[in-house]
């Protein structure tokens, strides 16, 4: 071909190119398929549109888990506080008997009364293990077994004491030993606002958790086996 023939054809290029927006006839173009410098029919405007998409069912997701956690704590605190009254209300079980009047419906009032205590307590025992973390269950087993070993044997005391015959004698002017359920309950109430108080990136919620986790076990090893008088 000679150089004639190669302006000839250049001219008839340069000219099918122009009719034709800019782009050989025959040749693979990525303005001729739209554009979007590689990504062929998918325009920049619908990258966007889907990122924005993916963005927004992201924040709901993390919503969605946030509340949720919000709801647990907030079931668990109400679950901490039940558990803890149960056990008030079996530590005050010596004090009921001590006022008692010598009736026979005070005594079968009294007895309902603790046997109703007792399967609270049963019932929080069972409710905490299958819900609350295992160190929780067992700290609620401790601070159970230290009201059995305190209140427990004065109750049992107490029904051998004469009834109350005047209302002055309901009031007792006695303050009955609560060092060891005392104790218990401190610890109990520092690990269970530890456990409320826990999240995985801050640093120091793990450590108050681990130092609370720490005293129950240590004060575990230490304790003496239960008591039988969980109920008089």
Same mark, same amino acid.
């Given at each position: 071909?000679?150089?004639?023939?190669?302006?000839?054809?250049?001219?008839?290029?340069?000219?099918?190119?122009?009719?034709?927006?800019?782009?050989?006839?025959?040749?693979?173009?990525?303005?001729?398929?739209?554009?979007?410098?590689?990504?062929?029919?998918?325009?920049?405007?619908?990258?966007?549109? &889907?990122?924005?998409? $993916?963005?927004?069912?992201?924040?709901?997701? /993390?919503? &969605?888990?946030?509340?949720?956690?919000?709801?647990? =704590?907030?079931?668990? *605190?109400? &679950?901490?506080?039940?558990?803890?009254?149960?056990?008030?209300?079996?530590?005050?079980?010596?004090?009921? @008997? &001590?006022?008692?009047?010598?009736?026979?419906?005070?005594?079968?009032?009294?007895?309902?009364?603790?046997?109703?205590?007792?399967?609270? @307590?049963?019932?929080?025992?069972?409710? $905490? =293990?299958?819900?609350?973390?295992?160190?929780?269950?067992?700290?609620?087993?401790?601070?159970?077994?230290?009201?059995?070993?305190?209140?427990?044997?004065?109750?049992?005391?107490?029904?051998?004491?004469?009834?109350?015959?005047?209302?002055?004698?309901?009031? $007792?002017?006695?303050? /009955?030993?609560?060092?060891?359920?005392?104790?218990?309950?401190?610890?109990?109430?520092?690990?269970?606002?530890?456990?409320?108080?826990?999240?995985?990136?801050?640093?120091?919620?793990?450590?108050? =958790?681990?130092?609370?986790?720490? *005293?129950?076990?240590?004060?575990?090893?230490?304790?003496?086996?239960?008591?039988?008088?969980? *109920?008089?």
């Amino acid at each position: 071909m000679n150089p004639e023939q190669w302006v000839e054809r250049a001219a008839r290029a340069a000219d099918a190119c122009h009719s034709s927006g800019g782009s050989v006839p025959g040749a693979p173009s990525i303005i001729a398929r739209g554009g979007n410098d590689g990504l062929g029919d998918f325009a920049w405007t619908q990258a966007a549109t &889907l990122a924005g998409a $993916l963005i927004a069912a992201s924040m709901v997701v /993390l919503t &969605l888990i946030i509340n949720a956690a919000h709801a647990r =704590r907030d079931a668990l *605190a109400s &679950l901490y506080a039940d558990a803890l009254g149960a056990v008030s209300d079996y530590l005050e079980g010596p004090y009921r @008997i &001590l006022r008692k009047d010598g009736a026979a419906s005070t005594r079968f009032a009294i007895t309902n009364q603790l046997s109703d205590v007792k399967s609270a @307590i049963d019932h929080r025992q069972a409710m $905490l =293990r299958l819900q609350a973390p295992p160190q929780i269950a067992d700290a609620y087993d401790d601070y159970v077994n230290a009201a059995k070993r305190e209140a427990g044997r004065q109750m049992h005391d107490a029904w051998l004491k004469d009834p109350v015959t005047v209302d002055a004698g309901v009031n $007792l002017g006695v303050s /009955l030993p609560r060092a060891n359920s005392d104790a218990a309950r401190y610890r109990l109430c520092e690990l269970m606002q530890a456990d409320q108080r826990h999240r995985w990136f801050k640093p120091w919620s793990w450590r108050q =958790r681990a130092r609370a986790i720490n *005293a129950c076990i240590s004060a575990r090893s230490a304790a003496p086996p239960p008591s039988p008088h969980l *109920a008089p």
